[in-house]
């Protein structure tokens, strides 16, 4: 069974930075994506920033110019520095990977890891 599996969260003060970070052990496919969502209370999840094989990276409005994905120096692990915070960025941030759109069933998500950006 696919491990996936974020860390760096925590709290951080407005206009602040964090770097969080994800690894997916235990793959047996060929990942096309990883990538990372956010949930925020009341509010259905959303997509922060994916990798995608063959694609450029992709960004949510409201990080893009704030948000970089990179890979990770170890095979599928990908980080996520986070610049410029905002409360309004405050939620449950996912780490996601995939197989190609084929296999649809190939699709796994960590528990997420919280941001919380407050005074």
């Known amino acids: 069974q696919v491990k996936v599996v974020e860390s760096g969260g925590g709290l951080v003060q407005p206009g602040g930075s964090l770097m969080l970070s994800c690894k997916a052990a235990?793959?047996?496919?060929?990942?096309?994506?990883m990538g990372w969502y956010r949930q925020a209370p009341g509010k259905p999840r959303e997509l922060v920033a994916l990798m995608a094989r063959g694609s450029l990276p992709t960004y949510g409005e409201s990080v893009k110019g704030r948000f970089t994905i990179s890979r990770g120096d170890a095979e599928n692990t990908i980080n996520l520095q986070m610049n410029s915070l905002k409360p309004e960025d405050t939620a449950v941030y996912y780490c996601?990977?995939?197989?190609?759109?084929?296999?649809?069933?190939?699709?796994?998500w960590g528990k997420g890891t919280l941001v919380t950006v407050s005074e």
């Open positions: 996601n990977v995939h197989a190609h759109p084929a296999w649809p069933d190939m699709n796994y």
């Open positions: 235990d793959v047996t496919f060929s990942v096309h994506g």
